[in-house]
């Protein structure tokens, strides 16, 4: 057992908990929306064909923002193809997925889901094979009031009122090759600042994010960053990221640590930002809208995927990762690095919700179950309130391949001043032994007493959930979490995620 600790103090804040840091993602892919969220036919569907079953888990997930309709599919998509009588839409190719898209759900159906799953829409616009204008328009039908072409055939389609979305994705990805409408960052630049200007004559309100780079690993990050917001700084709020992560060659130590890469790219973007505003002689401060992230199998995937299939098929069964302990703990450190750099990502979305790399999973006409990763996401979402708090953890150190020595441990907390709740969330990265973890708390006054404490561990790092075993893994309360002569002392497993809320007593 080695020994950890950090402290605390509530004047110590890095920024106000964004409640958009806990989003997610529903493309139109794989099984996400067909037979994912929406489902006609099953036990639990509602009057709109939705799952109530998996309300239910988006619910309690804690989902704040979910971006929508893609990812790789909007830059294909033509929005009118969702609307109107179901049975008068066209059935198209969605060259992202090689599948085929009905467009049973479309701006309607989606925003009478996100209504009752009580989320905010993120909506991403086509700027693939797309530009302005057709931005402008489904602006209009999301938006606008009344009288207009557009937003009186929204109404007509029984949507009385606009949506009010305020956040749109100019585009998707586009510094990626395999991006339908692929462009340089100079022509993605100049679309993204038409695009912008023309979406702020229409709402001046409106949160825009442009394209960041697709991963930090693609040869021409920070130069594509650079170059486009040369060009889109003063027109957009938000850059974005996408980072996804994976054990590669058996490297556990490595894949544990992939908070430390999360941290990395933050700081790279960021600086990238500010040294454009400084160029620009810009005061504005850029935010990043983390708007892809999680674990993701990607390399078998690449493995696995024929691109050259002649069968094109309704919602096919694609990147249905199914989730490990190991796993759960990352996604548990790469939340840890969203808080922490809650000043300057204010946004951010897992991808994706349902059963493609998601937290829940489903089976045609059968059970929804959440996977390992569903609790520390669910957990930190209704747990995390009021500030961030600086943490600097002192403990032993261990060795990986791909970052050199990294903490064993790894820390944030969030005070909510007006609860006088103080959690903590921590991941204890060393793969044999327990953290013997301690926390002066003496700051915060007298009385902290432990209210709820949960750890997520198992001896089997390869344990996974269900269909027939979908609770093999859940969180369980952290025992030994107390608070005595102003300390908090708890006990960490290897390999495990813990948050404990503290209370006044």
Known sequence: MFSASFSLNPAFTIAPVSRR??????????????????EPGHPTADS????????????????SVVRYPGGNFVSGYRWEDG??????????????????????????????????????VMYAVNLGTRGVQEALDVHEYLNHPD?????????????????GVKMFCLGNEMDGPWQTGHKTAREYGRLAVETARALRSAEPGLELVACGSSGSSMPTFAAWESEVLE????????????????????????????????????????????????????????????????????????????????????APRVIEDCYTVADAVVVGGLLISLLRNSDRVTAACQAQLVNVIAPIRTEPGGPAWRQTIFHPFAITSRL??????????????????????????????????????????????????????????????????????????????????????????????????????????????????????????
């Open 21 to 38: 840091t806990f989003g997610s993602f529903v493309e139109h892919m794989g099984r996400c929306v067909y037979t994912g969220i929406y």
């Open 48 to 63: 709109d064909g939705f799952r109530r079953d998996v309300l239910d888990l988006v619910r309690e997930l804690g989902v």
């Open 83 to 120: 609307i109107g009588p179901v049975a008068d839409r066209p059935v198209r190719r969605d060259l992202a997925w090689h599948s085929l898209e009905t467009n049973e759900v479309g701006i309607d159906e989606f925003m009478r889901w996100a209504d009752k799953a009580g989320v905010e």
């Open 147 to 163: 009288r207009t072409r557009l937003a009186e055939l929204r109404r007509a389609n029984g949507a009385e009122k606009p949506y």
């Open 231 to 314: 060009l889109t700084y003063d027109a957009v709020d938000y850059i974005s990221a996408h980072a996804y992560y994976e054990p590669v060659d058996g490297d556990m130590a490595s894949f544990l640590a992939s908070a430390v890469d999360m941290d990395h790219f933050v700081h790279s973007v960021v600086s990238t930002a500010d040294s454009v505003a400084a160029r620009l002689k810009s005061r504005k401060r850029l935010n990043i809208s983390f708007d892809e992230w999680n674990v993701w199998y990607l390399r078998d995937f690449e493995a696995r995927r024929d691109t050259g299939s002649a069968d094109w098929q309704v």
């Open 384 to 505: 995390a309130r009021g500030e961030v708090l600086r943490v600097a953890t002192r403990c032993p150190t261990y060795e990986t391949a791909r970052f050199g020595a990294v903490p064993a441990l790894d820390a944030v907390a969030t005070h909510d001043a007006g609860s006088g709740d103080v959690t903590v969330f921590v991941v204890n990265r060393h793969q044999s032994q327990p953290a013997a973890l301690t926390v002066p708390v003496t700051g915060f006054g007298a009385g902290l007493r432990v209210a709820e404490s949960w750890t997520l561990a198992d001896d089997d790092l390869l344990a996974v959930n269900t269909e027939q075993a979908p609770d093999r893994v859940v969180v369980r309360p952290a025992d030994d979490a107390e608070v005595s002569d102003g300390v908090l002392r708890a006990t960490l497993p290897p390999v495990s995620w813990t948050a404990i809320r503290l209370s006044p007593a």
